[in-house]
C-alpha cells in the first residue's frame, strides 16, 4: 500500500427483492441476476461479451448502479 494512501472497507449493500439487475441478452434470455456491487462485479467477469454489450449499448448500467449508491447513501454508508 502506498504512504498515505488508505484502503476503504467496502460495504455491499442489496438491492431490495425486485430491483437487482437482471443481465440478459438481447432476445430476452436471463443470463445472470446481480443484487449487490459484489455480485455485479463476478457476473461481469464471466457473462457472454454478448450480454455485456446489449446492456451497455443500451445504458441499462448507470440507472441501476446511482440505484445501488442511493441505497447505501439511504443507509448512511459510503458508496466506497
Known amino acids: 500500500m502506498q504512504k498515505g494512501h488508505t484502503q476503504e472497507k467496502r460495504i455491499n449493500v442489496?438491492?431490495?427483492?425486485?430491483?437487482?439487475?437482471?443481465?440478459?441478452?438481447?432476445?430476452?434470455?436471463?443470463?445472470?441476476?446481480?443484487?449487490?456491487?459484489?455480485?455485479?462485479?463476478?457476473?461481469?467477469?464471466?457473462?457472454?461479451?454478448?450480454?455485456?454489450?446489449?446492456?451497455?449499448?443500451?445504458k441499462h448500467f448507470s440507472p441501476w448502479l446511482i440505484y445501488i449508491k442511493q441505497e447505501k447513501t439511504r443507509k448512511g454508508v459510503g458508496f466506497y
Open 14 to 58: 442489496e438491492a431490495e427483492p425486485g430491483k437487482e439487475f437482471v443481465f440478459r441478452l438481447r432476445d430476452g434470455k436471463e443470463v445472470g441476476r446481480a443484487g449487490n456491487i459484489n455480485g455485479f462485479e463476478s457476473l461481469v467477469r464471466v457473462l457472454p461479451i454478448e450480454s455485456l454489450e446489449y446492456h451497455s449499448k443500451e
